[in-house]
């Protein structure tokens, strides 16, 4: 099992929609999450951290779900710009600061 | 955040050539990260370059294919040694400030033929 997942799409969605992905984590003792963006040809970015209570920053709002060790993206209003992929990042546990990227998730928001 | 600049952007290099790739940050920064992307695949980690002392590895790479320099906390190199077609693949440097957030740099396009 690797030790983060991600469904790799892609998820086709029409300008509007809402969609929402899920990243799992296999080591329980993790401690920091992020999402990040990234587009064709370009760096990954980062879009949120993760937190335990949940975060939202405008459209986008990130969840953790520690019990089920699952990490959550919502994307409200979908833009035709939001298409990307979308790379879930779990911290490792040996205080090395290095963190765990899943596979990516493509995004493509249609007319 | 930090502004990451990486060089050369791209390159194309023959096979049992070496590349050496620069990474420099505008800022002090903890902790300076190698990764590699293949296409269509995530990152993985290749090193961190420890500044003063020699890099960390991880599982699969090692430092007589992957030399990395840090000599202070803004600048590191990566050279990769004796390519092949293999090594074809986009590098990546990034780092840390203090905490687990990561920030990239642009990226080098490495072209091995």
């Known amino acids: 099992r690797k030790e983060v997942e991600q469904d790799p799409g892609p998820f086709n969605v029409p300008e509007g929609a809402t969609v929402a992905f899920n990243c799992t984590y296999s080591?329980?003792?993790?401690?920091?999450f992020f999402w990040y963006r990234q587009d064709c040809r370009k760096e990954p970015k980062l879009l949120m951290s993760?937190?335990?209570s949940g975060n939202e920053d405008g459209r986008f709002t990130a969840q953790l779900n520690r019990a089920s060790q699952y990490i959550s993206l919502l994307i409200r209003d979908s833009k035709l710009s939001d298409s990307a992929t979308y790379l879930c990042?779990?911290?490792?546990?040996?205080?090395?600061?290095?963190?765990?990227f899943g596979s990516g998730t493509r995004l493509l928001v249609r007319p | 955040s930090a502004v990451i600049s990486q060089k050369p952007s791209r390159d194309i290099c023959q096979r049992g050539t070496s590349l050496t790739i620069q990474c420099q940050v505008d800022?002090?920064?903890?902790?300076m990260f190698w990764y590699r992307q293949q296409p269509g695949q995530s990152l993985t980690l290749i090193a961190t370059?420890?500044?003063?002392?020699?890099?960390?590895?991880e599982s699969g790479f090692v430092i007589d294919k992957f030399p990395i320099s840090r000599p202070n906390l803004t600048f590191s190199t990566l050279t990769v040694s004796n390519m092949s077609p293999e090594d074809s693949s986009i590098y990546l440097c990034?780092?840390?400030?203090?905490?687990?957030?990561?920030?990239f740099g642009p990226g080098t396009r490495l072209t091995v033929t």
């Open positions: 990034s780092v840390t400030t203090g905490t687990y957030e990561q920030y």
């Open positions: 080591n329980s003792a993790s401690q920091s």
């Open positions: 993760v937190y335990s």
């Open positions: 990042a779990v911290s490792r546990m040996d205080s090395s600061y290095k963190l765990i």
């Open positions: 800022s002090q920064v903890t902790m």
């Open positions: 370059a420890n500044q003063g002392s020699e890099a960390t590895y």
